[in-house]
Every structure is written in C-alpha cells, then in structure tokens.
C-alpha cells in the first residue's frame, strides 16, 4: 500500500511539473507572429515615415557611427590611376521611433528589416568612380535592437582615383584615399563619428603584387558655406608594390643591354656582327619602350619613373654606339685608302692608345710573307752582282804574254759579256719585282694601318661607352627616389 502511494505521488508530480514547465515555454510556433505583430506596432500603426531623420532634440544632431573594414585590395591600374578594393562599412545610429519593450513581444530582442522601410543615412563614397560601386544595391537587411540601435553592414566595391607616385618603380610606396560622407545632411543635421580602424583589417586578403603598410582614418570638415558644413571620413590607404617581378620585368632587360652594347666594340671592326647586334638591340630597346607605354601613364615631368629616365640613357648610349660602329666600318675599309694614316693619328691613336685599348695591331701573314719574298729577291740579286764583280776583276789581273794567249782571252772574254748581257736583264726583272713587292707591302701597310685605327677607334669608343653605363646605372641606382 506505501509503495503504491508513493508511486502514486511521485507520478502526479512529475506530470504537475510538466504541465508547468510546458505552460511557462515560449510558443516557437507562433514566434513569426509575434515579430509580425511588432513590425505591425513599428511601422503601420506608427505611420512610419522613412523621409524624416530621426532627430529628439533639433538643436542636437543625430550620431551616425561608421565602421570601415578591407576585406581585399582587388587591383590598382597604374595607368589609369585608380584602385579598387572590397570594403565592408557599418553604420550605427538611434532611432527613437523604433523601441519597444521586449517582455512584450516574448522578450524578442532584435529583428531584421529591409533598408526600404528604414530611414538611411546617405553615407556614400565621394570620391567613387562609377554609381554602382557609390551605393548600396545589393545591402543585406538592418539589425534593429529594443533600444532604438540600428546597426547595418554591407558590402561594397570602391573605384576610387589615386595619384600614384611612380618615380621609384618598381619598389614605389603609394597613399591612396577613399572619402566618406553625407551627401545632403550637413553636420547641424547628422554627426559622423569613425570607430575605431584597429579591426579594420581583420578580415584582409593578401594581394600578389601590393603590400598594404597603413591603414588609418580621419575626420575633416567641408564648409560649404558660412552656415553649412560638411564631414568627410578620409581613409588613408597606405601600399607598397612587391617589386621583385616588376624588376625582373622592367629593370633587369635595360641593365644587361646597357652592358652589352659596349662589349660589341670589341669586335673586329670589319666583322658585319657588329651592325647585325646594334639592330637586334635597337629592336630590344623599342619593345622595352612599348612595354612601358603601356604600362605607365602619362607623366608630368616632375613624376617620371627613374626607369624611365634609365631606358632614355639606354637609348642614347645605343645611338651613340650606332654612330661609332658606323665609322669604324667606314675607317676599317682600307682598300679604297691610297695614304698612310695622318701621322698624328699614328702616334697619338695607334701608338699610345693601342696600348691602353689592346688594339695594337700585328703584322699580318699577308704582310709577313711578301717581306720575305723581298728578302730572297734582294738577296738573289746581290749574289748576282757579287758574282759578276770577282768575274771582271779576275779578267783584268790576268797577265796575258803571247798574242795567242791574247786572242784566246779575247775569245774567253766574249763569253762573260754576253753573260753580262744575261746578267743585266734578270738584275731589271729582280728590280721590278723588288719594286712590286714593294709597292704591295705599302698598300698592306696602309690597310694595316686605318685598320688598326678604326679598332683603336671602336674600342676606346666602346671602353667610354662602358664608362657611360656604369655612371648612368650608379646615378639610378644612388638617386634619393631610387628603389
């Protein structure tokens, strides 16, 4: 009997409890009515007017507090000069029209409503380029809050102008701006305060090609005139380029052209290499040039990029070592030349700077063996002459003591002279041939020498230009402005 009361008991009290605890729960399925009934007190009961700023004390303005976040720097056009990146704003105010009491809408704390049945502040960026990047056409619904806080955060994409500052390109460091503010409230009207940017780039993307430094805000007042005054939200963008593409892209081509065109002066100057080179680099310049046309904008010029300034040096010392290719060819030719070089220009060129320039030239194969053939024909004809002399003067000591022995010296004596006769012609064709070799190794005498001239030329031209390149690539590299 005990156990079946206490049973019993036990029994009625948990279903007491239950019943209680089932009466005192929230009813979930009617929550939707509850939220519909309180849109109905806030805005069809109400007469809620979305054209009226939501102002208590019109001798206060009303408190709009702005948010600013970067989600991603999505490009900056160097040419154009202009930057584009994803924002998230929030926006924060009061509207006293808009509270309620919770305990009577089943402690229902916050609801979600569209921007449409809302007044809105008009904050917009001043300074976007294109309507749809300036507003809020795809905005996710406003939180409002039992105290009358209403608190709205959307996405946006900005296109704003920036002035980018190129000289030191490719590792320049730019500041770029987004401006905020109330097209058509002044500030007697709405109060623009910035919240805190510390957690502004919570939420940032990494960009491939820009490093963002500094991103920071400030307030600043627009008077408009002597009794309107405007706030502006300026957001400081602070971006360095990561440079090591850019240099490999732009810089690293222009350098190893600057050093190769000196090492073509040091080419023979009768190889036809050398023009062939100065072409193929003339075209390489152009296409460094077109590149950049692209890529920069026009410059005052006050703000061109020491790139730019570099790829105007490559072009001049290019020019320079056209001309100088041109006229050691022209020097190099020698077999149009009938003269010996000046002989200051032997002495001051070919001697002295032949040496500096290691274009001292060498006596050619050519040269070489018509000297020796000289040599042997020379040395021919004295044994000649030599043989001939001891002939006469053995003839002439001869005692002769018969008539006989005299009329057969006479008749020996016939036989040299009509070797003598044999003898003079082959001294005139040995002459000759002496005068031909000659007048040969003077001509190969005079090439040698404009050629080695025009070499001294070229390559001296080709050490100063090498002197040029060093000096213009320090004057870059050392600039003030320079990466």
Same mark, same amino acid.
């Given at each position: 009997?005990r156990?079946s009361?206490?049973?019993?008991i036990v029994t009625?009290?948990?279903?007491?409890?239950?019943?209680?605890?089932f009466?005192?729960?929230?009813?979930?399925?009617?929550?939707?009515?509850?939220?519909?009934d309180?849109?109905?007190?806030?805005?069809?009961?109400?007469?809620?007017?979305t054209?009226?700023?939501?102002i208590?004390d019109?001798?206060?303005?009303?408190?709009?507090?702005?948010?600013?976040g970067?989600?991603?720097?999505?490009?900056i056009?160097?040419?154009?000069?202009?930057m584009?990146?994803a924002?998230?704003?929030?926006l924060?105010?009061?509207d006293e029209?808009?509270?309620?009491?919770?305990?009577?809408?089943?402690?229902l704390?916050?609801?979600?409503?569209?921007p449409e049945?809302?007044?809105m502040?008009?904050?917009?960026?001043f300074?976007s380029?294109?309507?749809a990047?300036?507003?809020?056409?795809?905005?996710?619904?406003?939180?409002?809050?039992?105290?009358?806080?209403?608190y709205?955060?959307?996405?946006?994409?900005?296109r704003?102008?920036?002035e980018?500052?190129?000289?030191?390109?490719?590792?320049?460091?730019?500041?770029?701006?987004i401006?905020?503010?109330?097209?058509? !409230?002044p500030?007697?009207?709405?109060e623009?305060?910035?919240?805190?940017?510390t957690?502004?780039?919570?939420?940032?993307?990494?960009?491939?090609s820009?490093?963002?430094q500094?991103?920071?805000?400030?307030a600043?007042?627009?008077?408009?005139?002597d009794?309107e005054?405007?706030?502006e939200?300026?957001?400081?963008?602070?971006?360095?380029?990561?440079?090591?593409?850019?240099?490999?892209?732009?810089?690293?081509p222009?350098?190893?052209?600057?050093?190769?065109?000196?090492?073509?002066?040091?080419?023979?100057?009768s190889s036809?290499?050398?023009?062939?080179?100065?072409g193929?680099m003339?075209?390489v310049?152009?296409?460094?040039?077109e590149?950049a046309?692209?890529?920069?904008p026009?410059?005052?010029?006050?703000?061109?990029?020491?790139?730019?300034?570099?790829?105007?040096g490559l072009?001049i010392?290019?020019f320079?070592?056209?001309?100088?290719s041109?006229?050691?060819?022209v020097i190099?030719t020698?077999?149009?030349?009938?003269?010996?070089?000046p002989?200051?220009?032997?002495?001051c060129?070919?001697?002295?700077?032949g040496?500096?320039?290691?274009?001292?030239?060498r006596?050619?194969?050519y040269?070489?063996?018509?000297l020796?053939l !000289?040599?042997?024909?020379?040395?021919?004809?004295?044994?000649?002459?030599s043989?001939?002399?001891?002939?006469?003067?053995?003839?002439?000591?001869?005692d002769?003591?018969?008539?006989e022995?005299?009329?057969?010296a006479?008749?020996?004596?016939?036989?040299p002279?009509?070797t003598?006769?044999?003898s003079d012609?082959m001294?005139?064709v040995?002459?000759?041939?002496?005068?031909?070799?000659?007048?040969?190794?003077?001509?190969?005498?005079?090439k040698s020498?404009?050629?080695?001239?025009a070499?001294?030329?070229?390559r001296?031209?080709?050490?100063?230009?090498?002197?040029l390149?060093?000096i213009?690539?320090s004057?870059?590299t050392?600039?003030?402005?320079?990466?």
């Amino acid at each position: 009997m005990r156990r079946s009361r206490l049973a019993d008991i036990v029994t009625l009290t948990v279903t007491v409890a239950g019943i209680v605890l089932f009466c005192a729960a929230p009813s979930h399925g009617q929550s939707y009515k509850v939220e519909s009934d309180l849109h109905k007190a806030l805005f069809k009961d109400s007469n809620y007017d979305t054209g009226v700023i939501p102002i208590v004390d019109s001798t206060k303005p009303l408190k709009v507090q702005l948010f600013l976040g970067m989600n991603y720097l999505l490009d900056i056009d160097e040419k154009q000069g202009m930057m584009t990146a994803a924002l998230y704003p929030s926006l924060s105010w009061t509207d006293e029209r808009l509270k309620w009491e919770p305990h009577d809408y089943d402690n229902l704390m916050s609801i979600s409503v569209l921007p449409e049945k809302l007044w809105m502040p008009d904050v917009q960026v001043f300074n976007s380029v294109g309507a749809a990047s300036a507003d809020t056409l795809h905005s996710p619904k406003v939180t409002v809050f039992s105290n009358g806080t209403l608190y709205h955060t959307f996405g946006l994409v900005s296109r704003t102008p920036c002035e980018l500052n190129l000289i030191s390109f490719p590792f320049d460091v730019n500041t770029c701006f987004i401006q905020f503010g109330s097209w058509s !409230e002044p500030n007697r009207r709405i109060e623009l305060e910035l919240q805190d940017t510390t957690q502004s780039l919570a939420f940032y993307g990494r960009h491939p090609s820009w490093k963002l430094q500094n991103f920071t805000a400030q307030a600043n007042d627009i008077i408009i005139s002597d009794t309107e005054t405007f706030t502006e939200l300026s957001i400081s963008v602070r971006v360095a380029r990561k440079g090591s593409y850019y240099y490999r892209l732009f810089v690293a081509p222009a350098a190893v052209c600057m050093f190769v065109i000196p090492v073509i002066h040091f080419l023979p100057p009768s190889s036809n290499e050398k023009l062939t080179l100065g072409g193929l680099m003339l075209v390489v310049v152009a296409i460094m040039f077109e590149m950049a046309e692209d890529f920069f904008p026009a410059f005052s010029l006050g703000n061109v990029p020491l790139v730019l300034h570099y790829y105007t040096g490559l072009l001049i010392i290019l020019f320079m070592s056209l001309l100088l290719s041109c006229l050691s060819v022209v020097i190099g030719t020698g077999e149009s030349k009938s003269v010996r070089v000046p002989r200051i220009l032997r002495i001051c060129c070919i001697d002295r700077l032949g040496y500096i320039c290691c274009a001292k030239g060498r006596t050619s194969r050519y040269d070489y063996e018509l000297l020796h053939l !000289e040599r042997s024909l020379r040395s021919t004809a004295k044994r000649q002459s030599s043989r001939e002399e001891d002939e006469t003067e053995l003839t002439e000591m001869t005692d002769v003591d018969s008539q006989e022995e005299r009329d057969a010296a006479a008749q020996n004596h016939t036989t040299p002279n009509g070797t003598g006769e044999n003898s003079d012609g082959m001294k005139e064709v040995l002459k000759t041939l002496i005068n031909e070799l000659q007048y040969a190794r003077y001509k190969e005498q005079i090439k040698s020498e404009w050629l080695q001239l025009a070499m001294v030329i070229d390559r001296t031209g080709g050490l100063i230009l090498l002197l040029l390149a060093i000096i213009v690539t320090s004057v870059i590299t050392l600039h003030p402005k320079s990466w």
